[in-house]
């Protein structure tokens, strides 16, 4: 299995963040081929931290995210990642086994 975690830096407006982020953005990213699952955390990230969002999204291996991310579906959830990630992002990509 592979992840990809999106860890959203807080923004200025939370209010207009999370509107975008799940009226438009979420709908865009669940088309990217190969996605498994999309998660996202129910909440604050540790009060007033520098996080205001994470996602995880889960595919069957690396080879297929890679492939989601490279098709024209995945080009588009990046490229939306302007109207609503100002605050900017850290990304995290690997492989999972379980233990």
Do not use: C, W
Not at 67 to 73: D, V
């Amino acid at each position: 299995m592979a992840k990809l975690i999106a860890l959203y830096k807080t923004p200025a407006d939370t209010a207009a963040f999370d509107s975008h982020y799940f009226t438009r953005h979420i709908p865009i990213a669940k088309t990217m081929p190969g996605l498994r699952s999309y998660e996202v955390n129910d909440g604050p990230i540790g009060g007033d931290g520098p996080f205001h969002l994470a996602a995880i999204l889960s595919f069957d291996s690396m080879a297929d995210l890679q492939a989601s991310l490279a098709s024209p579906e995945g080009a588009a959830a990046v490229a939306d990642l302007a109207n609503f990630a100002q605050a900017g992002m850290e990304l995290l990509i690997f492989e999972t086994k379980e233990v």
